[in-house]
């Protein structure tokens, strides 16, 4: 198959990730077959210093003749006094909504040869292997009025839903549900907000569809604390933009492997634009020491998602796995008696086992 | 002193946990020559079964006129399906905005000898002694609109604030964080909110009238995150409503001893409501089994925050712990080697130590 990748470096430890990443993923097409094709484009605040804007015209008309997108990170620093029009994450915002990537997946599982760097207690974490759906191009990040009143007395935000947006991410997780354990926790706050009253009356609409799925609605406060508390109950977690934002990060701390963890942001056709969970990293940026690993598995749900390339996917992911368990492991994963790499190196050891 | 006293029960074992402070305070005003006077009214869903509203009038009236209010639950499953305006909830909510109860304090600590049941390993949890200011009459919980629109095709939720609001709030920590190791971590989403960014800025003018306060500002996920990997890193932390809804549950179960854990409501003056952080517990109500401790340990607060008797709440927080450290312990503590107690015995103790 032939296929057009667009590369969104980004700022601080994007360049070194994304260009691991597509060192995967050439010999990927190497040993399947396959022809990828790549383009870099600027985003964030590489974008603001090289353009004047966070996301230039030039960046989107790419991404939208692409067949999927592979974003390292943005923001950093030297931007964060910006005027917000002029800030890196605006960068971020524009491309999930002009794209319409409305799904975020975020799978977090643990390895175990990494579970002893949890927070948590092993006994309380092992096993764990959710899959957050969050809802991404609507709520608060978007609605409006957001505004000052009264000559700056008064402030607005709105969480904005339409129907359409709320069912199609609730059949976006039951769908998600279906391929892993069939398990699904609704969270939002139907005690207090409106919205969140319409989300869960569509999730009861939707149930009958799917009636291999048993669904649980949960309050987003209990979830908070059941995530610290038993993660291994949840399978497939969906829930709005803001409240997906907070738990998703939440849960990305529990197995001790933040620089690990993939994401995908999808729209309602199979493309979509695929990121590290972790942030940019301005601190060790140019070192070339940062993990790949996170982003090399972004590529792997990229091939899965957006290409059908199962096998691929998976060639991957077991290549890193089990690069770990051969010890091999960057300066943020603390592995026993494994050996520390450069991400150069890394990314030699994956490609090696492909 | 002479104080009156509103008790609201609530439902589930609110009527067990209200009862075992009021013989705590009783025996605190025999001690040191107080007269606290005692009345109950109804909220909640026993409200809603008695009077046909979750907040009769008649329990708002009895409230204003009261030094300070101790509150023990509402909610449950029997009322789960009512429509809104006639769910427990509803009379929390109510209360809080009719008595302008806008700072919400909630400590969480650990105590050594219930460390080992937190999710959390012993090192990364011991020491941690974090005090969360949150914003409680204000945002999503209130704004207007919050409604469904075009024939139900669409729904809002309005999150809105004055400068005012969030001047007090602010104010309200800062001093919280002079009493104490004088850090404070204002909590917000101010690369998407407008209301964050205003938050952020009040933040910063009011910082210089607190010069030896040291002031971090964090993102919401960030801090979610953070609460678990280095939770001693926190002193005070201040944030808007529901943002402080899912932080303080989060923080809450991080020690291990949520049934232990008070928290203080308190308007423009000295007055406040007094709770307990955990719920209903509907399935253990009625049954004498239930830990007064967080209860008591909230009727410590009132002394302490509304008729300012810090000695009296001394008292009251050193006669827990040491009934702790003796071993006693209701069946949701576990405690090793300990004597599990009833609701009875385990007041009984604290009032023989007091
Ligand atoms: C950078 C920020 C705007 C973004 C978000 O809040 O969506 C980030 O936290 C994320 O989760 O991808
Ligand atoms: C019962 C509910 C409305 C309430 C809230 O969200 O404020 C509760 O979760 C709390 O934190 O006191």
Redesign the interface.
């Known amino acids: 198959m032939k296929k057009h990748i667009v590369l969104l470096p980004g700022d601080g430890i994007g360049t070194e990730v994304t260009s691991a990443a597509k060192d995967v993923l050439e010999t990927i097409a190497d040993e399947f077959n396959h022809t990828f094709t790549f383009e870099s484009k600027d985003i964030g605040g590489t974008a603001i210093d090289q353009h004047g804007s966070p996301l230039p015209q030039d960046t989107i008309d790419a991404c939208r003749k692409a067949d999927a997108v592979l974003l390292g990170a943005v923001g950093g620093p030297k931007w964060d006094n910006n005027p ?1 029009h002029l ?1 890196p ?1 605006k960068g971020l ?1 524009g491309i999930r909504k002009e794209l319409n990537l409305f799904a975020n997946l975020r799978p977090v599982q643990g390895f175990s040869n990494l579970l002893h760097a949890s ?3 092993r006994e ?1 974490v092992e096993n764990s292997d959710m899959l957050i759906v969050r809802e991404l191009t609507g709520g ?2 978007f ?1 409006t009025p ?3 009143r009264n000559n ?13 947006e709320i069912e199609r991410i609730i059949r976006r997780a039951f769908d998600a549900a279906m391929l892993r354990r069939k398990h699904l926790t609704s969270v939002d ?1 139907a ?5 969140s ?2 989300w869960r009356e569509i999730v009861e609409e939707i149930k009958p569809e799917y009636p291999e799925v048993t669904v649980e609605h949960m309050l ?3 979830a ?2 059941k ?3 038993s993660p291994t109950q949840f399978d497939v977690i969906v829930t709005e933009n ?2 997906g ?6 849960a ?3 197995t001790g492997s ?1 620089g690990m963890l993939p994401s995908a942001s999808l729209n309602e056709e199979a493309f979509g634009l695929y990121e590290p969970v972790h942030g940019s990293a301005p601190d060790i940026a140019g070192q070339g020491i940062a993990n790949p690993l996170a982003t090399i598995l972004s590529a792997a749900l990229m091939l899965r998602h957006s290409f059908r390339m199962e096998d691929e996917a998976k060639r991957i992911e077991c290549a890193v796995s089990e690069a770990l368990n051969r010890g091999y492991h960057t300066g943020d994963l603390n592995v026993k008696d494994g050996e520390q790499v450069n991400t150069h190196k890394m990314t030699a050891v994956v490609v090696e086992l492909l």
């Open positions: 917000s800030r994450e915002l927070p948590l207690k309380v608060l990040y609605g957001s505004e000052r700056g007395s008064d402030v607005v935000d709105t969480l904005a839903y339409s129907r359409e706050k005690n207090v907000l409106e919205s009253r319409m987003v406060d209990a908070a604390m995530l610290i508390t803001m409240f934002d907070i738990l998703s990060d939440e990305s701390v529990l933040l």
